[in-house]
């Protein structure tokens, strides 16, 4: 029943999809011909790379490039009047957006031949995608303590989540100081983006493998630990890394009995009402600290304004670069952002335009590619001088002072904690920091090669884990289009990835010789 329901959906986002294309045609100024090129090329390219072949990275890389360059862009004509947030378009003639679309037109050309190349790779070479395990210790731990170890679980996942939200360990759009250990929190942003979710697949598979069933309840402790760990760390991604989790639950539910459909219908309309409570409870939070923050921020600023010498220019230095107006009369002191702090559009808008603002504006893609094809810099220098940023917590991104999108953007801080978001370019924009759309496509299918090597060789590392797999998957393609910030310390994630892969083998392969 869901998989019908699955290719009727399919075929009428496809038909919307279409129209919605043609429909937007007349409020292009450019080439008519580019513009629906460009829109087809990527409708086709989403529906090559999510069919059963593809693999959970085609399927999510597609899906990532779909919304930033496609769904972005379409409507952002149809309600902005082609103004794309970020883009600074409105300075930049029609010939050298009708240039952009002509690359995002190969570079979803790319993706597909990548895709198409690496499937007949995978058929000529391919990898068993099982080995025969032993039961390991853990895993016969948990089956024979099954109640007991997920009681355990789910009290760790509100304890971590409570501590987390109360002490700001890690969140997203803030960075506290505290006294803590580094490791520790380290510690803490691992266990929340990896460690967690890689238990939950590990006790998944475990009861698929050995109990030959799906177990409801397991997976709503799944459920809500993503919902637990993300809204804690003030991210509204949770529908993005839960989908991840069940898709390949969904896909193995198939393997038993068709009861399950019902059962994964409740699931799914589960999954919606904590979307919305995760999206609500987190973009509440965040509006109070901002509001906390900002008092905050005007005491601390008064009182060091008070105590200022005419010689010491290094707060006003910090303010300055925080976009605050800063008057020479010091007893006074004007918090105006040049742009709402709260708001990212420069009339307060009402609760529907805003949510309609970040369901648009949400993504990395057109805009940022916009940006670097329109500048005069590009070139392998720009590359090379991106790759050297060193991570500052007080300063804008390399991206943002160099396409000039620090003007817009506010930083600030107190004694206590740095109000820090950056906006970043993706992978794909960075990549033509260079100037050269060979060396972007030719990335690309390395990419591709890489990461479906990746996902091809944890089937037979995982034993199959599509669980364990779809979730790597999908955190890899998340980092690949939000990269561009500080790009050297890619190796923390690269780490991240590593321990979370050692951990699952810990999981499943330990065994103590005084038990064989």
Same mark, same amino acid.
Request: charged residues 20%.
């Given at each position: 029943?869901?998989?019908?329901?699955?290719?009727?959906?399919?075929?009428?986002?496809?038909?919307?999809?279409?129209?919605?294309?043609?429909?937007?045609?007349?409020?292009?100024?450019?080439?008519?011909?580019?513009?629906?090129?460009?829109?087809?090329?990527?409708?086709?390219?989403?529906?090559?790379?999510?069919?059963?072949?593809?693999?959970?990275?085609?399927?999510?890389?597609?899906?990532?490039?779909?919304?930033?360059?496609?769904?972005?862009?379409?409507?952002?004509?149809?309600?902005?009047?082609?103004?794309?947030?970020?883009?600074?378009?409105?300075?930049?003639?029609?010939?050298?957006?009708?240039?952009?679309?002509?690359?995002?037109?190969?570079?979803?050309?790319?993706?597909?031949?990548?895709?198409?190349?690496?499937?007949?790779?995978?058929?000529?070479?391919?990898?068993?995608?099982?080995?025969?395990?032993?039961?390991?210790?853990?895993?016969?731990?948990?089956?024979?303590?099954?109640?007991?170890?997920?009681?355990?679980?789910?009290?760790?996942?509100?304890?971590?989540?409570?501590?987390?939200?109360?002490?700001?360990?890690?969140?997203?759009?803030?960075?506290?100081?505290?006294?803590?250990?580094?490791?520790?929190?380290?510690?803490?942003?691992?266990?929340?983006?990896f460690g967690f979710t890689t238990f939950s697949c590990f006790i998944f598979h475990v009861e698929i493998i050995n109990l030959k069933k799906i177990n409801i309840f397991t997976i709503v402790i799944i459920l809500f630990e993503v919902f637990s760990s993300y809204t804690s760390m003030l991210s509204r991604s949770f !529908? +993005? @890394?839960?989908?991840?989790?069940?898709?390949?639950?969904?896909?193995? #539910?198939?393997?038993?009995? $068709?009861? *399950? =459909?019902?059962?994964?219908?409740?699931?799914?309309?589960?999954?919606?009402?904590?979307?919305?409570?995760?999206?609500?409870?987190?973009?509440?939070?965040?509006?109070?600290?901002?509001?906390?923050?900002?008092?905050?921020?005007?005491?601390?600023?008064?009182?060091?304004?008070?105590?200022?010498?005419?010689?010491?220019?290094?707060?006003?230095?910090?303010?300055?670069?925080?976009?605050?107006?800063?008057?020479?009369?010091?007893?006074?002191?004007?918090?105006?952002?040049?742009?709402?702090?709260?708001?990212?559009?420069?009339?307060?808008?009402?609760?529907?335009?805003?949510?309609?603002?970040? !369901? +648009? @504006?949400?993504?990395?893609?057109?805009?940022?590619?916009?940006?670097? #094809?329109?500048?005069?810099? $590009?070139? *392998? =220098?720009?590359?090379?001088?991106?790759?050297?940023?060193?991570?500052?917590?007080?300063?804008?991104?390399?991206?943002?002072?160099?396409?000039?999108?620090?003007?817009?953007?506010?930083?600030?801080?107190?004694?206590?904690?740095?109000?820090?978001?950056?906006?970043?370019?993706?992978?794909?924009?960075?990549?033509?920091?260079?100037?050269?759309?060979?060396?972007?496509?030719?990335?690309?299918?390395?990419?591709?090669?890489?990461?479906?090597?990746?996902?091809?060789?944890?089937?037979?590392?995982?034993?199959?884990?599509?669980?364990?797999?779809?979730?790597?998957?999908?955190?890899?393609?998340?980092?690949?289009?939000?990269?561009?910030?500080?790009?050297?310390?890619?190796?923390?994630?690269?780490?991240?990835?590593?321990?979370?892969?050692?951990?699952?083998?810990?999981?499943?392969?330990f065994k103590p010789r005084f038990l064989r």
């Amino acid at each position: 029943m869901i998989y019908q329901i699955y290719k009727i959906l399919r075929i009428i986002f496809f038909t919307l999809f279409v129209c919605a294309s043609f429909y937007s045609i007349k409020l292009y100024e450019g080439s008519a011909i580019v513009y629906i090129t460009y829109c087809l090329s990527l409708i086709l390219m989403l529906f090559y790379l999510t069919d059963k072949k593809a693999s959970y990275f085609e399927i999510f890389f597609s899906v990532y490039l779909f919304l930033g360059f496609w769904f972005k862009y379409v409507f952002s004509l149809l309600l902005y009047d082609g103004i794309v947030y970020d883009s600074h378009i409105e300075t930049i003639p029609m010939k050298n957006i009708d240039e952009v679309l002509i690359l995002g037109i190969w570079i979803s050309l790319i993706c597909a031949l990548s895709s198409f190349i690496y499937r007949n790779f995978k058929k000529k070479y391919p990898f068993h995608n099982k080995t025969n395990l032993e039961r390991s210790f853990f895993t016969d731990l948990y089956l024979k303590n099954r109640i007991t170890v997920l009681i355990i679980f789910l009290t760790l996942i509100i304890l971590l989540a409570f501590f987390n939200l109360n002490l700001g360990i890690h969140q997203r759009g803030f960075l506290y100081y505290h006294e803590l250990p580094w490791i520790i929190t380290n510690l803490v942003k691992w266990i929340l983006l990896f460690g967690f979710t890689t238990f939950s697949c590990f006790i998944f598979h475990v009861e698929i493998i050995n109990l030959k069933k799906i177990n409801i309840f397991t997976i709503v402790i799944i459920l809500f630990e993503v919902f637990s760990s993300y809204t804690s760390m003030l991210s509204r991604s949770f !529908i +993005i @890394n839960s989908s991840s989790l069940m898709l390949p639950i969904y896909q193995q #539910s198939t393997k038993f009995l $068709k009861k *399950y =459909d019902t059962k994964l219908l409740i699931l799914f309309i589960f999954l919606l009402f904590l979307t919305v409570l995760s999206i609500f409870t987190a973009n509440h939070i965040r509006i109070e600290k901002l509001v906390n923050f900002k008092s905050e921020y005007k005491e601390i600023t008064e009182k060091k304004l008070d105590k200022l010498s005419d010689k010491d220019l290094a707060l006003g230095e910090k303010l300055s670069n925080y976009n605050f107006e800063i008057p020479k009369n010091k007893k006074k002191i004007n918090l105006t952002l040049k742009e709402n702090l709260l708001n990212p559009m420069s009339i307060k808008p009402t609760p529907r335009e805003l949510i309609q603002f970040m !369901i +648009i @504006n949400r993504w990395t893609g057109i805009d940022s590619l916009i940006l670097v #094809s329109s500048s005069k810099s $590009k070139g *392998y =220098d720009l590359f090379i001088r991106a790759l050297k940023e060193e991570k500052n917590y007080l300063d804008h991104t390399f991206y943002e002072k160099e396409f000039g999108l620090n003007v817009r953007k506010t930083n600030a801080d107190t004694d206590k904690t740095i109000m820090k978001g950056n906006t970043l370019p993706g992978i794909i924009s960075f990549l033509y920091y260079t100037g050269s759309p060979v060396f972007l496509l030719l990335s690309i299918i390395l990419i591709f090669f890489i990461f479906n090597s990746l996902e091809n060789f944890l089937r037979y590392f995982t034993n199959n884990n599509l669980v364990f797999i779809c979730f790597i998957s999908n955190m890899i393609v998340t980092r690949l289009f939000h990269f561009g910030y500080a790009p050297k310390d890619s190796y923390m994630f690269l780490v991240s990835i590593v321990l979370s892969i050692l951990f699952y083998s810990i999981l499943m392969r330990f065994k103590p010789r005084f038990l064989r």
